[in-house]
């Protein structure tokens, strides 16, 4: 998976304070999974990309296109 997609689902999450525990829940996935995603372990799919882009509420080009800010993602909660 594209690392800075990553990073921009981090980022987003940080910024509005929520935690892969949030996500896993809201997404009806295994906090595990999730965590896999965050490491770059493995990805998911495009059917739930766009349910993370609902979740947090950005679009899915969003996720997908815009550039990351400058933030410590290592200080993200997991």
Request: hydrophobic share 40%; aromatic share 2%; net charge positive.
């Amino acid at each position: 998976m594209d690392r800075e997609l990553i990073n921009r689902i981090k980022v987003v999450l940080a910024e509005k304070n929520l935690t892969n525990k949030w996500l896993a829940e809201k997404l009806n996935k295994d906090q595990g999974t999730v965590s896999k995603w965050v490491t770059n372990t493995s990805q998911p799919d495009l059917k739930t990309l766009i349910q993370i882009a609902q979740c947090l509420n950005v679009g899915i080009q969003d996720l997908l296109r815009e550039p990351v800010k400058n933030i410590n993602v290592n200080s993200i909660k997991q």
